[in-house]
């Protein structure tokens, strides 16, 4: 293990984020506010990253150390973005500042805060700039603006790519990425001025903004989305939820004309078939609730999207809703957005590959003799791909038991613990009762949130980047 150039990577990329912290200063500069906790966070950051950077190191660099410095880069990140919670006094204790960093950082959502609106217009612009900064993936901005990091840029990229197969939009690695953030920052900016015109604050449309990109699902408001009443709103913002849960190279393709690959993209019409579906079952189960059909489909169609893509916006509490419509949202938590996108949970791609594989088994057990190819996009799937995907997924359910079962210690209903770990490894955000949407995860002991932080990370990393952490031999030099 080269450990003295994970270090040095981990340095550089502490620098960059004490640069993202500049714009939410700029921010508290313009709205008068105390600008201490961020020049705070930027001296420190900025020192231990500028030291870090300076050791020297050779530049072997493999598939080991770029998954170990995937998981040690989040780690570090996640830490030093609680640094400006702290020092703005508006948090009970340094692991709520943790757990709220790295809620924002893996794009989460979930939060200790029961007043949001209290916190300073600078604070939450970094709690949801967080969202955003994690949402591509603090890796790939890496890989785009600082292409001589001393290492190779695939075996990164490798390591926080979401999905079961990873793949370059171009040739070059660095390339790619900057594609991925001119798409990026274009959606985002879209989406901004869309709000803006149906009536949003410039401030609060930004936020929210950055929130969709990410998948993240802070907002400035304690009732969310719903503190606005505006269905205008609501509809652009779900709309985005989808885009944004799309994989990125579909985005890419779109832009080369190269439409008959888009519409063929097995995963992208099993990820719209899933919301159409959903929408609809929930807005029929709804019905009753507001007897106006075009308002149950507009909070079907929007708390699917909300789910799905792991965003974890709300426009009512829903868990007041049915029991039916309650599980389809767990499931779609559990599903997921598209793989190479800012979404989270399993991936549509996972789920429709074990769908596929249950059939070949069923069809061998008909036809004992008969050779059956599991395909994705027309393309056979090799067998290692499978028992990759199935190990994956017996693997997140494995960490979601064992998680739940830490987390019962808190004496909380079963409800509320498992829901709070599911939305936590899937970062989704609110769970049921009590970790619902207008809830929070305060009654937490701070071992739990400790946990769940980790759950968040874990999540966020599908799985492998962090166990890589644990493993003795990961440490070893050779």
């Not at 080269?2 to 270090?7: C, G, H, I, T």
């Not at 985005?240 to 690959?261: D, I, T, Y």
């Not at 594989?357 to 027309?378: A, C, F, K, T, W």
């Not at 739940?404 to 970062?427: R, W, Y």
């Amino acid at each position: 293990m080269n450990l003295r150039l994970v270090f040095k990577i981990c340095g550089r990329l502490l620098i960059v984020e004490a640069a993202t912290m500049l714009i939410s200063l700029l921010v508290c500069l313009w709205y008068g506010e105390d600008p201490a906790p961020f020049l705070k966070s930027i001296l420190i950051i900025a020192v231990v990253g500028f030291a870090l950077s300076l050791i020297p190191a050779e530049r072997h660099f493999f598939v080991r150390e770029g998954f170990f410095s995937a998981g040690m880069i989040w780690i570090l990140i996640g830490l030093a973005g609680a640094l400006p919670f702290w020092f703005c006094g508006q948090f009970p204790s340094l692991v709520d500042c943790i757990f709220e960093s790295f809620s924002g950082f893996t794009t989460t959502g979930a939060t200790i805060l029961a007043d949001i609106e209290a916190l300073p217009r600078g604070i939450l612009f970094w709690r949801s700039f967080t969202h955003w900064v994690g949402g591509i993936g603090v890796l790939t901005l890496s890989l785009a603006l600082l292409p001589a990091l001393g290492a190779r840029s695939q075996y990164l990229a490798r390591a926080e790519t979401p999905g079961p197969i990873a793949s370059k939009l171009v040739p070059r690695q660095s390339s790619s990425s900057i594609i991925l953030y001119v798409i990026y920052c274009s959606l985002t900016l879209i989406e901004t001025v869309l709000l803006r015109l149906a009536g949003m604050p410039l401030y609060d449309a930004v936020l929210h903004a950055f929130s969709c990109a990410g998948t993240g699902g802070f907002s400035n408001m304690n009732l969310s989305v719903g503190a606005y009443q505006n269905p205008a709103c609501e509809i652009i913002i779900a709309v985005f939820l989808v885009l944004f849960s799309m994989n990125f190279g579909m985005f890419f393709l779109l832009v080369c004309r190269r439409f008959r690959e888009v519409w063929k993209n097995d995963e992208l019409r099993f990820f719209l078939g899933i919301v159409l579906l959903s929408s609809l079952l929930i807005a029929i189960n709804i019905f009753p609730l507001y007897q106006d059909v075009w308002v149950a489909l507009r909070h079907g169609f929007f708390h699917t999207a909300s789910i799905i893509s792991s965003t974890g916006f709300a426009t009512v509490d829903y868990i007041h809703w049915p029991m039916f419509s309650q599980f389809v949202l767990v499931l779609l938590m559990i599903c997921g957005a598209c793989s190479c996108s800012t979404g989270g949970g399993l991936k549509c791609s996972r789920v429709l590959l074990l769908l596929r594989s249950i059939r070949r088994e069923i069809q061998r057990i008909i036809h004992p003799r008969s050779v059956m190819v599991v395909r994705l996009d027309g393309k056979a799937v090799s067998d290692d791909t499978i028992r990759s995907v199935l190990v994956f997924i017996c693997t997140y359910f494995l960490i979601v038991f064992f998680a739940t079962l830490l987390v019962a210690m808190d004496n909380l209903s079963f409800t509320t613990t498992f829901t709070a770990v599911l939305a936590c490894i899937s970062n989704t955000g609110p769970g049921l009762e009590l970790v619902g949407p207008y809830g929070n995860f305060q009654m937490f002991s701070a071992f739990n949130k400790l946990v769940l932080s980790l759950c968040m990370v874990i999540g966020r990393l599908e799985i492998l980047p962090i166990l890589v952490l644990f493993s003795r031999n990961a440490w070893k030099r050779t």
